[in-house]
């Protein structure tokens, strides 16, 4: 009889933690949602040389604090920090969570086209680490 008891036990603390972790999943992609469809987080381009604004870092070199939006400096007295380009030079690339590329080449290249910057760094590199390993371990061949 206790084995009876306790199936429903475990049943219902299986699926109380299956609803939390959907709930916690839930959360996270609604943050990525929210971040993506809100201007104040996204990068700026200066289409002049290249620089990117991010919100998340600020121009140490101007003394712009982390944190700040670009909507929310001052468009006479900014100028990008390597060439000097007003605030009409920079362009809107969304958010850092964001794929790089056009929107209608994003589904070709085996998925690759949708990964974020960062995450094609590590694929690039790592490629590079790994090759360079293999090639060290032929000398380990006499």
Not at 33 to 41: F, G, I, N, Q
Not at 50 to 67: H, M, Q, T
Not at 85 to 114: C, H, M, Q, T, Y
């Amino acid at each position: 009889m206790s084995n009876e008891s306790q199936v429903p036990d475990n049943v219902a603390a299986a699926d109380a933690e299956a609803e939390t972790q959907s709930e916690a999943a839930q959360e996270t992609s609604e943050q990525t949602l929210a971040e993506a469809s809100d201007p104040r987080t996204h990068r700026f381009e200066c289409r002049s040389c290249g620089y990117v604004y991010d919100p998340d870092e600020g121009v140490k070199k101007l003394a712009i604090p982390s944190g700040t939006a670009f909507e929310d400096l001052d468009a006479v007295s900014f100028r990008c920090p390597v060439c000097r380009s007003r605030v009409g030079a920079f362009r809107d690339i969304g958010p850092r969570s964001k794929a790089s590329g056009f929107e209608e080449n994003l589904d070709f290249g085996l998925g690759v086209n949708r990964l974020t910057p960062g995450q094609k760094n590590v694929l690039i590199f790592g490629g590079l680490l790994l090759g360079f390993a293999f090639f060290l371990s032929l000398y380990s061949l006499r």
